[in-house]
């Protein structure tokens, strides 16, 4: 009956149908109660019922769709055998999704809190019954100057007296209300500052040799990079390649771009204390630059709290990106749109939502992060290795793939694209570094990719770049910088606040400090 069904969902995969279709699924092939707590447990399915009949079909599917997005799975809502070997998985025990931020959250990276201060101590407690504690105490070494750099930490072993974060290999119910289950599934668990306990269970089978194949041994320095994210104050990404992602897998060999935006989210502002001296400093501008630019952090509201309709103030508010179409300035921000004729002045009828604009774009783009007119003037949205091709009257011509752009396979998504209006070459920028394409003979130009840092002075990774007016502009967090094409950097009286410049946002005393520029 079960795979009678399955077949009639892949046939009728359209529509409410196929919510009828997987929801009889769901009941055909019902998620255990272990399963069902495993999507308790890590913020799949709202804490509630005790009795699991009282969840819906709709809301289990629901949730298992929630499961397998975060997994990297397809989301089918049916509990197929991918999906169930999830829960048999090793993984780390802490919660995926945190029933705060369910639902506003953006970033793919989550934070928590740091420690408000870049200088952290450590101790290992003990080691585990096939490591021993020496051999710990250097992989834990090894795994905090994997983070050091992103976020300017300087950490010091103690001995005598407790840690900030401390290290102990423990099992079953150690006395914290998340027990250990013995060998296999929960490897770990580790506890956001100002805890920052790292408990590992000493069920597993633990080693320093790290090979996917090797069932039986669990890598102690994957999980323990994986764990100091979380003593530092990182949460779960859903990025698979991230070192936040929950299930376990080797080898670690460095961060991604995730796990280093959300550490230097969290530890390099202006107003925290540096660490002493002694500090190994990093040669990485990334870090530099970062560290001059504050961002908006919007409250976390409760789920009950949260209004679809709530439209973000342009004033008090980071931008998802912003571009010039057709001569107009184009501002977009979760899923509204702001089109301004010029600065200041917001055309009538705006803020909409974009997907009454773009439309054919899928509902599933919450956001649009990377946009940009081509030279023929066509509209193109990028989102993750896709894009959608739109006409100058808004149709939708085409979808495509980023490696029509010849961009490397590897290449996940493009950040930031623009046309220069100085060699009207297209700018296609990932993060850290950038290619230029040639239109006009739709090649790479060669030497590319480039770093960032060949734009002197302007931080990066960039939300957004756009040309106005004959000036090259990059924006990033609530702030802008405009670039000098001559002196090829950036102009020395920026960066200015983006919403009183180009919004109509009243100034305030602290952007007074920076009106000294009437050029623009
Ligand atoms: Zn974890
Ligand atoms: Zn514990």
Not at 87 to 114: H, L, P, W
Not at 131 to 142: D, P
Not at 201 to 229: K, M, Q, R, S, Y
Not at 322 to 328: H, L
Request: include cysteine.
């Amino acid at each position: 009956m079960s795979s009678w069904w399955c077949v009639l969902c892949t046939l009728v995969a359209v529509g409410l149908s196929s919510v009828i279709c997987r929801t009889i699924f769901i009941e055909e092939n019902p998620p255990t109660p272990e399963e069902l707590n495993f999507m308790k447990r890590y913020g799949y399915l709202l804490e509630g019922p005790s009795d699991e009949k009282t969840y819906t079909s709709q809301s289990v599917s629901e949730s298992v769709k929630k499961m397998q997005q975060f997994a990297g799975l397809p989301q089918t809502g049916v509990l197929d055998p991918e999906t169930r070997k999830l829960f048999k998985k090793r993984r780390c025990g802490v919660k995926d999704i945190e029933s705060k931020t369910a639902k506003s959250r953006r970033r793919r990276y989550v934070i928590q809190q740091s420690w408000g201060r870049r200088s952290i101590s450590y101790r290992v407690l003990n080691g585990s019954s096939t490591l021993k504690k020496s051999r710990v105490e250097e992989l834990i070494a090894a795994g905090l100057a994997v983070w050091a750099p992103h976020g300017g930490l300087r950490f010091d072993a103690v001995d005598d007296h407790k840690a900030d974060i401390e290290v102990t290999f423990t099992s079953r119910d150690h006395g914290d209300g998340f027990p250990f289950d013995g060998p296999g599934r929960v490897v770990a668990h580790a506890f956001p500052p100002p805890h920052g306990s790292m408990h590992f269970d000493d069920d597993e089978l633990w080693g320093d040799n790290p090979d996917e194949d090797n069932e039986d041994v669990t890598d102690f320095f994957a999980v323990a990079v994986h764990e100091i994210g979380h003593a530092l104050g990182l949460s779960h990404s859903n990025v698979k390649s991230s070192v936040m992602y929950p299930y376990y897998q080797v080898p670690v060999e460095k961060l991604h771009i995730d796990d280093i935006l959300g550490m230097q989210e969290l530890y390099l502002k202006d107003d925290m204390p540096q660490a002493p001296e002694t500090v190994e400093s990093t040669e990485s501008t990334v870090v530099k630059h970062s560290s001059l630019v504050p961002r908006f952090t919007k409250p976390d509201r409760g789920e009950e709290e949260l209004d679809e309709d709530e439209i973000p103030d342009l004033c008090f508010t980071n931008y998802d990106t912003i571009q010039v179409i057709q001569n107009k300035i184009f501002v977009f921000e979760e899923e509204w749109m702001w089109v301004l004729s010029k600065r200041k002045q917001i055309d009538e009828g705006y803020p909409r939502r974009f997907h009454e604009a773009f439309r054919g774009l899928p509902p599933y783009i919450k956001v649009i992060k990377t946009i940009y007119e081509k030279r023929n003037g066509h509209i193109v949205i990028f989102h993750g290795r896709s894009f959608w091709e739109f006409s100058s009257r808004f149709r939708l011509i085409k979808r495509g793939r980023i490696s029509e752009y010849r961009i490397p396979p590897k290449v996940s998504e493009l950040t930031t694209a623009f046309v220069s209006n100085y060699n009207n070459k297209t700018y296609l920028i990932e993060y850290e570094r950038f290619w230029r394409f040639d239109e006009a003979t739709w090649t790479m130009d060669s030497g590319y990719p480039k770093e960032m840092s060949a734009w002197r002075q302007v931080p990066y990774p960039v939300d957004a770049a756009i040309i106005w007016q004959g000036d090259t502009f990059f924006f990033r967090g609530p702030r802008f910088w405009r670039f000098d094409n001559n002196l090829i950097q950036a102009h020395e009286y920026y960066p200015l606040p983006t919403a009183q410049i180009w919004f109509p946002c009243e100034e305030t005393d602290d952007m007074m400090r920076y009106a000294t520029n009437e050029e623009i």
